[in-house]
């Protein structure tokens, strides 16, 4: 009887601890993502939540580390040639595939190619022009094999640039840019996506995939630092509804959360305190002038309306200090650039703003006494986009007694109709780094530009700017290049920058290694689970 | 009957096609297409994608295209969704979609005519004022309302269910998306079979039966109930229907891996494709179920007989 009850307790606690251990053991990290990925494949994606799966699973040239700084990834070193234009990339001896076989020179060729090639129609396609002929073969003018990236040997790569390229090493860590497994790709076609089939090189490997349910990722025993990947398992969770992903933050389903309504702000401070993460990204919301037709052909008109906008209560009373007042075209952030060239009204009060701008809108006789101001403000559907357009309407017809009416059409149907020539007086519109340099921004306004010179823009001096600065080897003479051109455009005002969008982020006591970065960088095989 | 459910399946094909033609042309018209995205792409690459789908072919040939791979079962690829076809996410989708929606159903059938019967038995009682006070708020509050604040109180408050996500599929997961799905149409169901069963408490065979002298329970359930019970299977195709193929409200709010977002995250980015194959999917559903319901009718109603 006695014995009979103590084998029945051993047993009790043995299914106890059995049942328990996985939790104790396995170390989980529950991500939540934003959305759904809509796709696995690093050629075809275009956005952050893509990103950060697509990051963790394939381990590029470079990568950002969790601080945001590049450092060498899938390659061990690298040499420029004196002359700027030719990388030689030595690849990680121990750097393995999931499958066990060794990331090779070639499967890094066979990304770039297939990144370029018109057939495979990459959404990024043009982040890797600055390989030599990856342009030309992008448009069908030269074949594939002519792009400027040769495997020298098994674990050589040779990478060629069109010109000096400053943020080389920075495009190379971008998700279009990760390695691809040759041999899977070629075996499995487009299939090689799928889980069960899909080979990565990097901290984690696809383990399961439940579109719109969950992504779960497990450590890669294959991968050369694995030794210090701290997760054993990460699940990312597509919470499409930012308040919904909140609550489960809440119930304590999730570690992480990516975005959540800016309203909610004050109150999760309150309740959460450090877990709430605000941090400046690199990533600008603003007004683009369509001018080429009265009056934002008149650059007196375009400053006076500038000027006339309340930063301050757009990203306090709207944004409730989500995102911050911006009177720079290139946000704060990039080490390599500095402090941006701001607006000159930039550090006068917003009263003083005001006459300023009425006396520059009299001057160019607009508003009160003169010719009527009759403005129109199109944003692409967003409760956001239309408080701040409501409130920026306000200030205008309050400042210059501006007729202003509001149009809005969904995503789709704003960017193509901006794209596709269509006329306008005020619209909005923003731009995500895809790069910490100041070029991928300056280069939104070159007259050029045919698809993101919203402004239509045409200024001779800026242009001869930004063309001497892809010209200049010297980094601080480039540099200084783009600080000319930022002033210009800052002066002319085609484009009014209004705020710095911030990533918001809730990230539990329990994880460690979290680091905020302008790059909104943070790779899962940095981070770590304390129950 | 068999001639009868032929014949209605057969007319069927003529429904579908017009549904597939209004809905491919009536997308086309909407302006942007899947690739003007907030993040706009440079023109080459707009046009390297427009080739690899087709989309720079005339519009007559890719509706026809598109027709002949209807024809065949393939929906195409998902723009948006790139790693999967069309079939792909609908056969992934729907699975979920239609286990919830049959729990939801099934509580609202049983929840709403339960609670519409005992009002109607017990008519302009406190009991009835409750019963139909609380449906017409079922009805009015919309389950963007109802979701999050049964989540709220029940998951973050008192933490006894998970605040979303399918999990192992198991009833804790699912019992609020049932709940928050299920309301508004219990709340129909209640008033319908509230208004007819009072009706047919008033019929003259109920009269008869009564006089009879029939126990109250053989008259309600074997007769009244089952003259009380049409206008509630009227109802319940379409109710089904949408029920079956998800909603973009419940599964956004719950995070389920449904079917029913697809419409409008297809509608959003001009995924044509997607939305064509959910409005086709649902067209298939109303008319199974129209089908469906006209069988019942004929067990119900010795009026309505398939010959």
Request: hydrophobic letters at 45%.
């Amino acid at each position: 009887m006695t014995s009979s009850i103590t084998t029945l307790r051993a047993l009790l606690a043995a299914t106890i601890f059995f049942a328990a251990a996985p939790s104790w053991a396995e170390n989980v990290l529950y991500r939540g993502n934003a959305g759904e990925p809509t796709t696995l494949d690093q050629h075809h994606t275009s956005i952050n939540i893509e990103e950060f799966i697509l990051k963790d699973l394939y381990e590029g040239l470079t990568l950002y580390d969790a601080k945001g700084v590049i450092v060498p990834g899938a390659a061990e070193s690298w040499t420029l040639s004196k002359d700027g234009l030719t990388y030689t990339f030595k690849i990680r001896e121990n750097a393995k595939w999931s499958d066990g076989s060794p990331v090779t020179a070639e499967d890094f060729v066979f990304s770039f190619r297939r990144a370029e090639d018109p057939k495979t129609a990459a959404a990024y396609a043009n982040i890797l022009y600055p390989i030599k002929n990856a342009e030309k073969v992008n448009k069908g003018e030269l074949p594939i094999d002519q792009l400027g990236a040769r495997a020298i040997d098994a674990k050589t790569l040779e990478l060629t640039v069109e010109r000096p390229t400053p943020f080389f090493l920075e495009l190379l860590a971008h998700q279009t840019a990760l390695p691809l497994s040759k041999a899977s790709v070629e075996k499995n076609g487009a299939d090689f996506v799928k889980p069960g089939v899909l080979v990565s090189n990097g901290a984690f490997k696809l383990a399961e995939h439940v579109a719109n349910d969950h992504l779960t990722l497990v450590k890669n025993p294959e991968h050369w630092d694995a030794a210090n990947t701290k997760l054993d398992k990460v699940i990312f969770y597509p919470l499409e509804d930012q308040a919904a992903a909140v609550r489960r933050y809440e119930a304590g389903e999730l570690h992480v959360d990516y975005n959540f309504s800016a309203d909610q702000l004050p109150r999760l401070r309150q309740q959460f305190g450090g877990e709430v993460h605000v941090s400046p990204a690199l990533a600008t919301y603003y007004y683009t002038f369509d001018t080429r037709s009265e009056p934002m052909n008149d650059v007196r008109v375009r400053r006076a309306l500038s000027m006339a906008v309340d930063r301050d209560f757009l990203a306090n009373e709207i944004y409730k200090g989500a995102q911050q007042p911006l009177y720079s075209w290139i946000p704060p952030g990039i080490a390599s650039y500095g402090t941006p060239e701001k607006a000159d009204f930039a550090d006068k009060g917003q009263l003083d703003r005001e006459d300023e701008a009425l006396k520059l809108m009299k001057e160019a006789g607009y508003g009160e006494g003169g010719k009527p101001l009759t403005l129109e403000i199109r944003y692409n559907t967003n409760p956001n986009h239309e408080r701040v357009a409501t409130a920026i309407a306000d200030m205008w017809k309050t400042t210059f007694g501006a007729q202003v009416s509001l149009v809005n059409l969904d995503v789709s149907s704003h960017y193509s109709y901006l794209q596709q020539d269509g006329k306008y007086s005020a619209a909005r519109a923003g731009w995500t780094a895809d790069y910490a340099d100041a070029e991928n921004f300056l280069s939104l306004n070159i007259s050029t530009n045919k698809t993101f010179n919203y402004a239509h823009w045409k200024n001779a001096d800026y242009d001869a700017l930004m063309a001497k600065s892809y010209d200049e080897q010297n980094p601080e003479a480039r540099q200084k290049l783009l600080h000319q051109a930022e002033a210009i455009l800052m002066k002319e005002q085609p484009v009014a920058p209004f705020l710095v969008n911030n990533d918001l982020w809730l990230v539990s006591k329990k994880v460690q290694g979290w680091y905020d970065n302008a790059n909104n960088q943070h790779l899962s095989r940095f981070l770590s689970v304390s129950n | 009957m068999i001639s009868f459910i032929l014949r209605r399946l057969a007319s069927a094909v003529p429904t579908l096609f017009i549904v597939v033609t209004i809905s491919f042309f009536m997308m086309r018209f909407a302006p942007g297409g899947p690739f003007n995205l907030e993040r706009p792409l440079p023109p080459q690459t707009m046009e390297n994608l427009n080739r690899a789908y087709g989309l720079d072919l005339p519009l007559w040939e890719q509706y026809l295209r598109y027709l002949s791979n209807v024809v065949h079962g393939d929906f195409g690829p998902s723009y948006v969704y790139r790693d999967n076809t069309v079939d792909q996410l609908i056969a992934m989708g729907l699975p979920y979609s239609i286990k919830l929606g049959l729990l939801a159903l099934l509580l609202a059938l049983i929840g709403g005519v339960a609670a519409g019967t005992y009002a109607a038995l017990r008519q302009n009682s406190l009991t009835d004022l409750l019963v139909m006070s609380v449906s017409t708020v079922g009805v009015t509050v919309p389950n963007f309302v109802v979701g999050p604040v049964l989540t709220l109180v029940f998951a973050v408050i008192l933490a006894w269910l998970p605040a979303g996500g399918w999990g192992d599929g198991s009833l804790r997961f699912l019992i609020l998306p049932m709940i928050a799905l299920a309301l508004p149409q219990l709340a129909v169901f209640a008033r319908l079979m509230r208004g007819a069963m009072i009706e047919a408490l008033h019929a003259d065979h109920i009269r008869t039966a009564r006089a009879y002298g029939l126990p109250a329970r053989t008259v309600i359930v074997t007769h009244a109930m089952r003259a009380a019970l049409l206008p509630i299977v009227s109802y319940l195709a379409p109710c089904a229907a949408g029920l079956l193929t998800g909603s973009a409200v419940i599964e956004s709010i719950f995070s389920i891996p449904g079917v029913g977002r697809y419409f409008v995250i297809g509608a959003i980015n001009r995924d044509y494709t997607l939305v064509m194959g959910t409005v086709v999917l649902i067209a298939i559903f109303v008319i199974v179920f129209n089908l469906v319901v006209d069988l019942l009718y004929g067990l119900l109603d010795p009026r309505v007989r398939h010959e």
